[in-house]
């Protein structure tokens, strides 16, 4: 039987919404410098919110203060099912920082393309083109 994990991962946009935070993954992790939106792993019986609470200051050395849910998805490697919960953050408090000595940048979300991410974070990306086609509409 596979593997499921359960994950959390924020898309953090700045004050003027107009950018959005990415974390880049380091060598010794799986996809080794591949772009992701910032979050984790949810501990058992952990509620999501505390999870991306908590990841997020782990991560980033950032507290998350205004967010919602914005999607939830599953994607299926080889060896693994990843239930994955995405919210929204419009506010924090803190300095976002690599807090686990990974690089992270600010990138506008018409950039987001140019990036290189593990397959699974195109369901994000393609929310947040979808998204911004309703805005022009």
Same mark, same amino acid.
């Given at each position: 039987?596979?593997?499921?994990?359960?994950?959390?991962?924020?898309?953090?946009?700045?004050?003027?919404?107009?950018?959005?935070?990415? +974390?880049?993954?380091?060598?010794? =992790?799986?996809?080794?410098?591949?772009?992701?939106?910032?979050g984790g792993k949810?501990?058992?019986?952990?509620?999501?919110?505390?999870?991306?609470?908590?990841?997020?200051?782990?991560?980033i050395a950032i507290?998350a203060t205004l967010?919602?849910?914005?999607?939830?998805?599953?994607?299926?490697?080889?060896?693994?099912?990843?239930?994955?919960?995405?919210?929204?953050?419009? +506010?924090?408090?803190?300095?976002? =920082?690599?807090?686990?000595?990974?690089?992270?940048?600010?990138?506008?979300?018409? =950039?987001?393309?140019?990036?290189?991410?593990?397959?699974?974070?195109?369901?994000?990306?393609?929310?947040? =083109?979808?998204? +911004?086609?309703?805005?022009?509409?």
């Amino acid at each position: 039987m596979k593997k499921k994990i359960r994950v959390v991962a924020a898309i953090i946009w700045d004050e003027r919404r107009e950018r959005i935070l990415l +974390s880049r993954r380091k060598a010794e =992790q799986d996809f080794a410098g591949l772009w992701e939106f910032p979050g984790g792993k949810v501990e058992e019986g952990e509620p999501d919110q505390a999870a991306l609470v908590r990841e997020l200051k782990e991560e980033i050395a950032i507290e998350a203060t205004l967010f919602e849910e914005a999607l939830s998805f599953q994607y299926h490697y080889p060896d693994k099912t990843i239930d994955f919960v995405i919210f929204e953050v419009f +506010s924090f408090t803190g300095i976002p =920082q690599g807090a686990e000595s990974q690089e992270i940048a600010w990138v506008e979300q018409d =950039q987001l393309s140019e990036r290189q991410f593990p397959a699974a974070n195109k369901m994000m990306i393609d929310y947040l =083109q979808e998204k +911004s086609d309703h805005k022009l509409e």
